[in-house]
């Protein structure tokens, strides 16, 4: 059951709880009578207009199968196909393929980050990559160099035919290597403060004594 079931069960089951609660105080106190309310409601003599009665019955009829649809509804599973497999139908998830793209480009010297997207199509896939690159590479090169490895991993490792590849750069960012030289200048640098520290305190202590 996914969650705008559960939510509508909820209060459906609320709704319930509460009519309860009043009929049993309704019981002992008698504050009203059911069968009143049912007239006073489905009474055709009363003013509600029949087409507005029509529509909102209409409307929690609509709703109600909505609900159930949804409930019995499950999505399937998304593959594609190998197309290099001749003697049956051979399939592979796309969660499984964008995951193999991402191992594979996640190595290329350069590439911070990659979110990979797969489009499945008639003929074959669709690669959408979006990457967050070093700032230092030759932008063009690097974009070249991972949409080769990208669909090569999928055509060659996989055997899926890949329609097109289409990488977009979200971010320049500063490589690893860079921030590792940073990372370690910062933590030369908090060594050095405590010793300076550590040092300033033994010269405090001897010039006590």
């Known amino acids: ?23 049993i105080v309704n019981v002992f106190m008698e504050y009203f009578k059911w069968s009143d309310l049912a ?22 009829f609509s709703i109600s199968i909505f609900i159930m649809l949804l409930e019995f509804y499950r999505r399937g599973t998304r593959v594609a196909n190998i197309s290099s497999s001749k003697t049956g139908n051979a399939m592979v998830t796309l969660e ?27 003929t074959g896939i669709i690669i959408n990559m979006n990457a967050k690159l070093n700032e230092d590479l030759e932008i063009p090169e690097k974009m070249q160099e991972i949409i080769n490895e990208a669909a090569g991993i999928v055509s060659d490792k996989l055997g899926i035919k890949v329609i097109k590849t289409n990488l977009t750069v979200i971010g320049l960012v500063a490589g690893r290597k860079e921030k590792e030289v940073r990372k370690k200048g910062e933590e030369e640098e908090a060594v050095e403060a405590v010793r300076e520290e550590a040092e300033d305190v033994s010269e405090i202590e001897d010039d006590d004594r």
Request: with cysteine; hydrophobic share 60%; glycine share 2%.
């Open 39 to 60: 007239l006073k409601v489905f009474n055709p003599e009363n003013e509600v207009n029949a087409f507005i009665a029509a529509l909102a019955l209409l409307a929690v």
């Open 1 to 23: 059951m996914n969650i705008f079931n559960k939510v509508i069960v909820l209060l459906i089951l609320i709704c319930i709880i509460c009519v309860s609660l009043i009929s």
């Open 96 to 122: 499984t393929v964008a995951m193999q793209i991402k191992n594979a480009v996640i190595k290329i010297d350069g590439l911070e980050e990659i979110k990979v997207k797969i489009v499945p199509k008639a």
